[in-house]
């Protein structure tokens, strides 16, 4: 089955700075790829999705790039704010009846004022 | 306007005692899931179904029974509780195209902090 690695488990940045958070995954099966943000006692919600037949997608200050051959995913945000602030999951399906997802270990990022 | 509604929010019981939480979208999908969130925060599918069928079940303790009752609903019993299931569950819904067309966005619940003591 599916097995997702995410790296680093936490990150502090100054406010202001890139954060950068890298996943790696195991099935060459998988082609979605989608990223969830944590707030502290929330629920998770989709922030920034890719397909693999996309190498990069970007929303604003959020950036996802792919790499199919390697195996590896990454989250950039750019100019980050305290609002940031979070646990980050990446994720990794394949287009099935099922939706099976795997989530990472989550990332937890700091941004400081 | 809650899309994915659970309940309760909160929910602490003795160990060897049988439970349920209830989770509700009103967001017209045909996918429902529990995750379970431990305290080191990683989550894990537990169930999903689709059009009233069990599709995924990962590797948990038969102690744990989704039952569905509609499209709409996907409830978790949970019996003889272990100190062990002590965690946040959530239950998601997505839109599942039907074919495998395209893996779509699951939006979640609020979660229910499960404390067994």
């Known amino acids: 089955g599916e097995n997702v690695e995410q790296h680093p488990s936490t990150l502090s940045v100054q406010e202001g700075d890139s954060a950068v958070i890298k996943c790696t995954y195991s099935?060459?099966?998988?082609?979605?790829f989608p990223w969830y943000k944590q707030e502290l006692g929330k629920r998770p919600q989709l922030i920034i999705d890719?397909?693999?037949?996309?190498g990069e997608k970007k929303d604003q200050r959020i950036a996802v790039t792919l790499n199919k051959t390697a195996k590896h995913f990454s989250l950039h945000i750019t100019e980050t704010q305290p609002e940031d602030s979070a646990v980050y999951f990446c994720?990794?399906?394949?287009?099935?009846?099922?939706?099976?997802?795997?989530f990472g270990p989550g990332t937890r990022l700091s941004v400081l004022p | 306007d809650t899309a994915v509604s659970q309940t309760p929010k909160y929910l602490v019981t003795q160990m060897g005692n049988d439970k349920s939480i209830k989770c509700e979208q009103n967001?017209?999908?045909?996918?429902m899931y529990w995750y379970k969130q431990d305290s080191k925060k990683f989550l894990k599918i537990m169930f999903s179904?689709?059009?009233?069928?069990?599709?995924i079940n990962e590797t948990v303790p038969n102690r744990f029974s989704p039952k569905s009752p509609d499209k709409a609903h996907l409830n978790l019993h949970i019996n003889s509780l272990e100190l062990g299931d002590s965690a946040v569950y959530f239950c998601?819904?997505?839109?599942?195209?039907?074919?495998?067309?395209?893996?779509?966005?699951?939006?979640f619940g609020p979660g229910t902090r499960l404390t067994v003591l």
């Open positions: 998601a819904s997505s839109q599942d195209l039907a074919g495998g067309a395209g893996v779509h966005e699951q939006f």
């Open positions: 099935d060459s099966a998988s082609n979605y």
């Open positions: 890719i397909r693999s037949n996309v």
């Open positions: 994720a990794a399906s394949y287009d099935n009846y099922g939706q099976n997802f795997v």
């Open positions: 967001l017209g999908h045909d996918t």
């Open positions: 179904y689709n059009n009233k069928e069990l599709i």
